[in-house]
């Protein structure tokens, strides 16, 4: 990967409109929260970090991060939905629980809920096996699975790449004899024999990826990841074009300086060395999209999600 090639929109490298700091007086007047719904360890999570802590630093108050794990990401993304809109409580939230889970009418909120701050990262989602599975290729997979027993491990069934995931396996046709939600499809489910495939995220599996003790057979993402170059993408493959990302969220209604206050903090984070070696070591493409950019974002992967929540309903 050239090194910080497509980690930065040239907005986050050259920084947006300076704004007044007296609109940003009052703001945070008390501790903020950002919730991630997902456990610690994963990319969403630690970004979320440094930015909370890039926080603690420009204003001068407590700025942490509460995972809250659970319903695939509801248990958190629920805390937000019912939060004061004042900036105080900031949602970490991957993009199935802005468009998939609303179309399936699966949570508690639905389009209106939740304001964009800005999008900041797309996933190098994968799904991995086994270093020395007998399969390669998703085609060699689907030959194996005919024959053979294949579990597969995910995040949950109301999850866009669990989703995802059966798409590709009725379109290329594989069978999985069983499959299973986990909290974190890390090392540990391939090597205790928990699962034969995980969809999963890079940063989850680098270690094992680095060892030789897991290997990846396709990625979620709009180009070939650098880990595995010679992996295709699910578009190439199965015709998905729809990838995985996270952004900052806030109730509707949450005042617009505000928003750009947190929009402004997180982007001077997100331009830190350490975020640019994270991206380069996983493959994860960090950047920053803004609100408006955000919301048509969301809309046109609403149209594309339609198809997916069948996969959601079974």
């Given at each position: 990967?050239?090194?910080i090639t497509?980690?930065l929109?040239?907005?986050?490298?050259?920084?947006?409109t300076?704004?007044?700091?007296?609109?940003?007086a009052d703001?945070?007047?008390?501790?903020?929260?950002?919730?991630?719904?997902?456990?610690?360890?994963?990319?969403?999570?630690?970004?979320t970090?440094?930015?909370?802590?890039?926080?603690?630093?420009?204003?001068?108050k407590p700025?942490t991060?509460?995972?809250?794990p659970?319903?695939?990401?509801v248990?958190?993304a629920?805390?937000?939905?019912?939060?004061?809109?004042?900036g105080?409580?900031?949602?970490?939230f991957?993009?199935?629980?802005?468009t998939?889970?609303?179309?399936?009418k699966?949570v508690?909120?639905n389009?209106e809920t939740?304001e964009?701050?800005?999008?900041?990262?797309?996933?190098p989602?994968?799904?991995?096996?086994?270093?020395d599975?007998?399969?390669n290729?998703?085609?060699?997979?689907?030959?194996?699975?005919?024959?053979?027993?294949?579990?597969?491990?995910?995040?949950?069934?109301?999850?866009?790449?669990?989703?995802?995931?059966f798409?590709?396996?009725d379109r290329?046709?594989?069978?999985f004899?069983s499959?299973?939600?986990?909290?974190?499809?890390?090392?540990?489910?391939?090597?205790?024999?928990?699962?034969?495939?995980?969809?999963?995220?890079?940063?989850?599996?680098?270690?094992?990826?680095?060892?030789?003790?897991?290997?990846?057979?396709?990625?979620?993402?709009?180009?070939?990841i650098?880990l595995?170059?010679d992996?295709?993408?699910?578009?190439?493959?199965?015709g998905?074009?729809?990838?995985?990302?996270?952004?900052?969220?806030v109730?509707k209604?949450t005042?617009?300086?505000?928003?750009?206050?947190?929009?402004?903090?997180?982007?001077?984070?997100?331009?830190?060395?350490?975020?640019?070696?994270?991206?380069?070591?996983?493959?994860?493409?960090?950047?920053?999209?803004d609100?408006?950019?955000?919301k048509?974002r969301?809309?046109e992967?609403?149209?594309l999600?339609?198809?997916?929540?069948?996969?959601?309903q079974q």
């Open positions: 990967m050239k090194k497509k980690l929109t040239s907005s986050l490298l050259v920084g947006a300076l704004l007044s700091p007296i609109a940003f703001y945070p007047k008390r501790p903020v929260k950002f919730v991630v719904p997902w456990p610690p360890g994963d990319l969403e999570d630690i970004l970090r440094i930015i909370a802590d890039e926080m603690s630093k420009e204003t001068g700025a991060v509460v995972n809250k659970g319903g695939s990401g248990v958190g629920a805390e937000v939905a019912t939060a004061r809109p004042d105080l409580t900031i949602g970490s991957v993009n199935d629980l802005l998939i889970k609303v179309l399936t699966s508690p909120w389009e939740f964009p701050v800005g999008i900041f990262l797309d996933y989602f994968v799904l991995a096996t086994r270093g599975a007998p399969y290729t998703m085609d060699e997979l689907s030959e194996y699975s005919q024959s053979n027993d294949v579990s597969l491990g995910h995040f949950g069934y109301q999850a866009g790449p669990t989703a995802m995931t798409q590709a396996a290329l046709n594989i069978r004899a499959n299973a939600p986990f909290d974190a499809t890390d090392c540990s489910v391939l090597a205790n024999g928990d699962a034969d495939i995980i969809n999963t995220t890079t940063q989850l599996i680098l270690a094992c990826l680095k060892s030789g003790d897991a290997k990846i057979l396709t990625s979620f993402t709009s180009t070939r650098p595995a170059p992996a295709p993408t699910l578009d190439e493959i199965a998905i074009p729809l990838t995985t990302w996270n952004g900052l969220f109730p209604g005042p617009e300086d505000v928003k750009q206050r947190i929009a402004e903090i997180a982007k001077k984070a997100l331009r830190l060395p350490k975020v640019q070696e994270i991206a380069e070591e996983t493959g994860a493409v960090v950047y920053w999209l609100a408006e950019g955000s048509k969301i809309e992967e609403t149209f999600s339609q198809q997916l929540t069948k996969y959601l």
